[in-house]
């Protein structure tokens, strides 16, 4: 998005969402036990979304993506790991409980 203050407040504004984590270059809003994170760039797009998983096990879900033929990473010191849809789309898995950095 080309401004994260004027997305921050549309989606304050329509969906109620509270700020979570905010800097001159991202905002983290909550949506019920899930989260969106608006990233300034100079066109608007999605960078990725995130599905958050009960009783994740990063380990298996790594090794069953591998498994499926998709190429799972896992970010040093996380429990996230990331992998592109057909489309090209970033997909983040995490658990229920992760939260904004």
Request: aromatic share 8%; hydrophobic share 35%.
């Amino acid at each position: 998005m080309t401004s994260v203050r004027r997305s921050r407040d549309f989606y304050r504004r329509h969906l109620g969402s509270p700020v979570l984590t905010e800097s001159k270059t991202d905002c983290f809003l909550g949506l019920g036990k899930n989260f969106l994170t608006l990233f300034e760039r100079e066109r608007p797009a999605m960078d990725h979304f995130c599905i958050a998983i009960e009783n994740y096990n990063v380990n298996a879900v790594t090794g069953e993506l591998k498994r499926q033929g998709l190429n799972p990473e896992q970010p040093s010191g996380t429990n996230r790991v990331y992998f592109r849809d057909p489309d090209g789309l970033m997909v983040q898995l995490s658990s229920a409980d992760h939260a904004p950095a």
